[in-house]
């Protein structure tokens, strides 16, 4: 995975007031967990939109006052009309403990069934997955040549290296759909 460098500071006080003016100020409230103790801080708005606005997925060399650790991003709340960022958690991530991500899908080869005609979908863009960090890969690749009109790829036709698959295993991750110009149809 990618490392993304994030600069925090801590947030003294808690609470709907205080919270209120860390937004006021262009600055978006924080939580990292997963470690001894929840530390409570605050990053620009700036700070982060190479962060969020990206299918990419990252490991976040956190430094807060100093403080240096790895972590990945779990959740983001957005308001619900304005879609300003509300509030961000970060997971703290050590080299032995295992974590869940998502990470995005990747389609390769042409499908059987597109050289007939048909026309390939991609129903899943993100899979599920635990394993450690130095594990999972920035992609999961899927290898679609030999799917024909009709057929599908599910989670339980796959598996990666050191990684458990934790979606259900009868999901659809990529198909190919008849077109009306395609030959398998009658």
């Not at 919270?19 to 001894?36: E, F, H, M, Q």
């Amino acid at each position: 995975m990618k490392t993304f460098e994030l600069k925090g500071t801590k947030r003294e006080g808690l609470g709907k007031k205080a919270t209120k003016a860390v937004r006021n100020s262009d600055n978006i409230p924080c939580v990292l967990y997963g470690g001894a103790e929840n530390v409570n801080f605050q990053v620009t708005n700036g700070d982060v939109r190479k962060l969020i606005y990206t299918p990419d997925i990252f490991v976040v060399s956190l430094s807060i006052d100093g403080k240096c650790v790895k972590a990945i991003l779990k959740e983001i709340q957005f308001h619900p009309v304005t879609d300003k960022i509300l509030h961000i958690d970060f997971l703290e991530i050590f080299d032995e403990k295992p974590i869940v991500i998502e990470v995005p899908v990747k389609l390769e080869g042409l499908a059987e069934g597109v050289k007939l005609g048909g026309k390939l979908s991609q129903d899943m863009r993100k899979i599920r997955v635990k394993g450690l960090y130095s594990n999972v890969p920035e992609k999961l690749v899927v290898r679609v040549d030999n799917l024909g009109i009709g057929k599908t790829i599910q989670i339980g036709a796959l598996s990666f290296e050191n990684l458990t698959i934790l979606n259900n295993p009868i999901n659809v991750v990529a198909s190919v759909k008849a077109t009306r110009g395609s030959k398998g149809n009658n």
